[in-house]
């Protein structure tokens, strides 16, 4: 009995505590070129900061997953830095 109800304890606390989100997205900072940026997290290479002015990438982590906007100013700097778990 006491190993189901750590088992349920594990299970829901892992339900209910998101997972931390990459570390190489803590690097980046508003001011930061986009070179920078790309080095930083290499998935952003690929977004639409040319088209739309923001790079988007997303780790998952089983069934949640986080999503990154990285929005740039008319230089290419870090203008914005949005996070959303799912």
């Known amino acids: 009995m006491i190993l189901v109800a750590g088992?349920?304890?594990g299970f829901l606390a892992g339900r209910m505590m998101p997972p931390p989100k990459p570390n190489s997205w803590k690097q980046i900072e508003p001011g930061m070129h986009y070179l920078e940026v790309y080095e930083a997290v290499?998935?952003?290479r690929d977004g639409m900061r040319?088209?739309?002015g923001v790079d988007t990438c997303t780790?998952?982590?089983g069934s949640s997953y986080w999503q990154?906007?990285?929005y740039y100013d008319?230089?290419?700097k870090v203008k914005r830095i949005e996070t959303k778990l799912f």
């Open 7 to 9: 088992l349920l304890i």
């Open 42 to 44: 290499p998935a952003l």
């Open 50 to 52: 040319d088209v739309k």
């Open 59 to 61: 780790a998952e982590f």
């Open 68 to 70: 990154l906007f990285v």
């Open 74 to 76: 008319g230089n290419g």
